[in-house]
């Protein structure tokens, strides 16, 4: 008995011991480690979290792209190689670009293009708003989008809106060019090969899936050569993208070499990293904003002065520089910076004097109270503890009601919330992403169920912001649109119901020999083809 | 007699023949009725939590249309009864549905899913028995003495920690710091894919598939999570071993067994362990179906991917399909179990028979 036991304790520490060969990954494969439990789709048509946004900027084009060595530079000709608009200011014709094929082999045409928006229009998935917001509808798209000859592609607008705003919108991963005839092989009563497309690929990107394990990793694939791509040089051969939803453990797979990039790690791990020459970390400004939304439906929070109020009532720096350190500055705009016509102003600090005496104007000298819906995630729960204390200085005493995030997202839609503390990202590279919903809100009735708007969530009544919000998309003139934009945001920081509080940073950790990793700023996603080891 | 007797013979075959498919079809019927009910609670758990699952498969951003719309395709628009009786309908078809989350069958899912934590919870139970069982044997033989108070907190240790914080520290030391094996993940990326999935499990498919470099690298890979899972089973089992075995060691018979002369190895290893047998595969089997039913914490540190994190992020997203899925299966775990207990009783225990 003891003989068996010693025997198979040897065995199995040989066995341990062989089988854990220390390994830097080879030069030819990038292993990223990532928390992507948010994918539930592959389908450009349909993607529309942070992880596949990453997935379907490195498998898809468009017609307009950004560079990711210049992201500054604004949109650039992607698949379109120019276009030209029409004098009614509607009508755009795009030349699509020759000598660009599909991983299938299948040349990228004009038919590919009519086929991808009429696609995405008629499947009409989450973020289909994005073309829909043009006048394409399910019936009309066909008449809209249309081949117009060998190479060329025209789209008739419903109105005559400033062409960066349409152009940016090309941009967004609705707006893939998908490969027509590979998706029709697989298409099923209709659908254009939806359910396919969901696991597959059909893309003309610098990869193409070769893999797809849910909740596990997707294993990206280049199709030909370093220089097959027309975009540029694609170093990877292949690029795994592993889910380690435990940061410690993205860290651990960092340092010893068994991961080259760790995309999700928290304020502790960089710390601890911080130092250790063979990884090195980068940051990377988001679009991502946490903001109060207080319910003009509650009788405390609809007076002016206690908006007011409770912006002095906000520790921004003070949570800027412990718990959101390295993941969040202070922002109190409802446009990112770096976007269009974004304000860099933040001329509210803790003020608990300030505070009580506007709250004395207002009538309650003595404070109120109220409920916060929270989710029990981090960095909202430190955040919402410490808007309870800072508040609770003017007499202002919060009740935190906890809940997962799809419970109070549910209640926060339903407008039965009194302050509601959130993140809000862009869906699409330009202002008036956030503009809709902060600043717009055509029928403030419940019934009206605007849900996909917060000034509407908030029961927030603003006839003049709403007609500014419309104009500033029509508006040609680009240095008129950015004063515009400055005018909303100036007026949310004045009256607006929204404590606008902190902007997403990201810090991403890479092994020193990694370089060229860019994960897209505050308008697009991660860019996996322009990394080198 | 004899014009009777095979009549009569024949008759009782037939009649224990009766009894035996009464047997069966009572078991089929209680299985059948215990999946029932467990379906339609976990149905109606999932559709009274205040989550709405049509906001989990579109998102926040999502227009009224794509809402209405997303809610007929998932059949959310139907009255409950309906929507259950096509649910069960589907399942007795075996169409479990699609996942919301994965975007893939339900039954694709769990079949890559629990293999996975069917290996793990394996090993580790493996672990639990083979070092548990011996080590309460020895700390009742040695109640009070220092073997025994160091079996005691050993398992103290095991029982008491945070499992999570066991995995970190465990991957901070053997895999951080000594290097002795692989880390996060369920093998390493060079071998993802290269044998064919058989069972699911890896170290079978790759014994299976004879390719050893495969065979060792998952090996690797499931050590440690086996290895902290296998502690927490362990530090159950040993518990559980040694009161037993003290009830045991205080009977008459064992004092007979030694008056009568027999080794102290014999009286303790074949007499009194021999007769605990039967309530330890009880413990045994309630501590396996525990781990088969996935360790959320354990799977989350180690990034592998099994059915107790599928399941968890799935209820957390109202993808019923998913969890109702999930449910099935442990529910089936535990059944199956339970009747693989009741036949060992019936092998190790004659009074069962």
């Known amino acids: 008995m003891r003989r068996i036991i010693a025997a198979a304790a040897i065995a199995a520490f040989t066995l341990t011991q062989s089988g854990a060969l220390r390994a830097e990954t080879p030069p030819n494969i990038l292993v990223v480690a990532d928390a992507i439990d948010d994918i539930v789709t592959l389908d450009p048509a349909e993607v529309f979290e942070f992880s596949g946004s990453d997935y379907v900027n490195n498998v898809y084009d468009t017609l307009f792209v950004f560079d990711p060595n210049d992201l500054d530079a604004g949109f650039q000709p992607g698949l379109a190689e120019s276009y030209s608009l029409a004098e009614d200011g509607k009508t755009y014709a795009f030349k699509i670009r020759e000598g660009v094929t599909f991983h299938s082999g299948n040349p990228v045409t004009a038919e590919d293009v009519v086929f991808s928006f009429v696609r995405a229009v008629k499947l009409k998935k989450t973020p289909s708003f994005i073309l829909t917001q043009f006048g394409f509808t399910a019936e009309n798209v066909e008449d809209k989008i249309k081949v117009a000859g060998a190479n060329e592609v025209t789209m008739e607008l419903d109105q005559a809106y400033a062409p960066s705003f349409f152009l940016n919108c090309l941009t967004a991963s609705v707006a893939s060019i998908v490969d027509k005839k590979l998706a029709l092989e697989h298409e099923q009563d209709g659908d254009f090969g939806y359910e396919w497309l969901k696991t597959n690929s059909a893309g003309s990107g610098a990869f193409k899936l070769a893999a797809w394990k849910p909740s596990e990793a997707y294993i990206l694939e280049r199709p030909g050569d370093e220089d097959g791509y027309w975009r540029g040089k694609v170093a990877m051969q292949r690029v795994v993208v592993r889910n380690v939803p435990e940061p410690a453990s993205q860290r651990l797979l960092l340092l010893n070499g068994d991961a080259d990039i760790a995309r999700k790690l928290q304020p502790d791990d960089i710390a601890a990293i911080a130092g250790n020459s063979e990884v090195r970390v980068e940051t990377d400004l988001k679009g991502r904003i946490y903001y109060l939304g207080l319910n003009q439906k509650n009788e405390f929070l609809s007076k002016p002065k206690v908006l007011e109020a409770m912006k002095y009532l906000v520790d921004y720096k003070g949570m800027e520089a412990t718990l959101l350190k390295g993941q969040y500055v202070q922002h109190q705009t409802f446009l990112p910076l770096t976007f269009l016509g974004a304000l860099d102003k933040n001329p509210y600090t803790l003020d608990v004097a300030r505070a009580k005496e506007l709250l004395a104007e207002a009538g309650v000298p003595d404070g109120f109270k109220v409920t916060m819906d929270t989710r029990t995630v981090s960095p909202v729960i430190e955040m919402a503890q410490s808007i309870q204390a800072t508040m609770a200085q003017a007499g202002i005493e919060i009740e935190i009601l906890p809940g997962d995030g799809k419970q109070t997202l549910t209640k926060y839609r339903a407008r039965q919330h009194d302050i509601y503390i959130g993140a809000w990202g862009p869906d699409y590279p330009d202002p008036h992403t956030n503009a809709d919903t902060f600043t717009s809100n055509a029928d403030n009735r419940d019934e009206a169920k605007l849900t996909g708007k917060l000034a509407w969530r908030n029961s927030w009544d603003i006839p003049d912001l709403t007609k500014l919000t419309e104009a500033a998309v029509l508006e040609n003139d680009a240095g008129k649109r950015v004063e515009m934009y400055h005018e909303l945001q100036a007026q949310v920081l004045e009256r607006g119901p929204f404590v606008l509080m902190f902007q997403q940073i990201l810090q991403n950790a890479l092994r020193e020999n990694v370089t060229g990793l860019n994960t897209g700023g505050p308008i697009t996603a991660a860019y996996y083809w322009t990394v080198t080891k | ?353």
């Open chain 2, 1 to 353: 007699m004899s014009i009777l007797g095979p009549v009569g013979l024949g008759g009782r075959r037939v009649e224990l023949f009766r009894r035996r498919l009464c047997g069966v079809a009572k078991l089929l019927g209680t299985l059948l009725l215990t999946f029932l009910g467990l379906l339609l609670v976990t149905f109606l758990i999932g559709r009274v939590v205040p989550v709405d699952p049509v906001l989990a498969a579109v998102g926040d951003r999502a227009s009224a249309e794509v809402y209405e719309q997303a809610k007929r395709e998932l059949g959310l628009d139907r009255p409950l009864y309906e929507q259950f009786a096509v649910y069960v309908w589907d399942v007795l078809r075996g169409d479990l549905g699609k996942s919301v989350l994965t975007a893939r069958p339900v039954a694709e899912d769990i079949g890559r899913f629990f293999p996975a934590t069917l290996e793990l919870a394996t090993l580790a139970t493996i672990i639990g028995v083979l070092l548990g069982v011996p080590a309460g044997v020895v700390a009742a033989v040695n109640r009070g003495r220092w073997p025994d108070q160091v079996i005691r907190v050993v398992g103290l240790v095991g029982y008491s920690m945070p499992i999570f914080w066991l995995g970190l520290m465990g991957l901070l030391l053997f895999y951080g710091t000594l290097g002795w094996v692989a880390g996060p993940g369920r093998v390493d990326i060079f071998y993802e894919g290269m044998v064919p999935s058989i069972t699911g499990m890896l170290l079978i498919d790759s014994a299976l598939a004879g390719d050893w470099a495969v065979w060792r690298s998952a090996f690797s890979h499931i050590i440690l999570p086996a290895g902290t899972l296998g502690y927490f089973s362990l530090a159950y089992i040993s518990r559980m071993t040694r009161s037993f075995m003290l009830e045991q060691l205080g009977q008459e018979y064992v004092t007979t067994a030694r008056v009568k002369g027999l080794s102290e190895w014999r009286v303790v290893w074949r007499h009194a362990l021999g007769n605990i047998m039967v309530p330890l595969i009880t413990v045994i089997a309630l501590s396996y179906a525990q781990l088969l039913e996935g360790s959320v914490l354990t799977e989350t540190v180690f990034a592998w991917p099994g059915l107790g994190r599928y399941i968890t992020s799935s209820l957390l997203s109202a993808d019923m399909n998913a969890v109702l899925g999930g449910t099935l299966v442990v529910g089936a775990v535990f059944i199956g179990l339970n009747l693989l207990s009741d036949l060992l009783y019936r092998v190790l225990d004659p009074r069962a028979r």
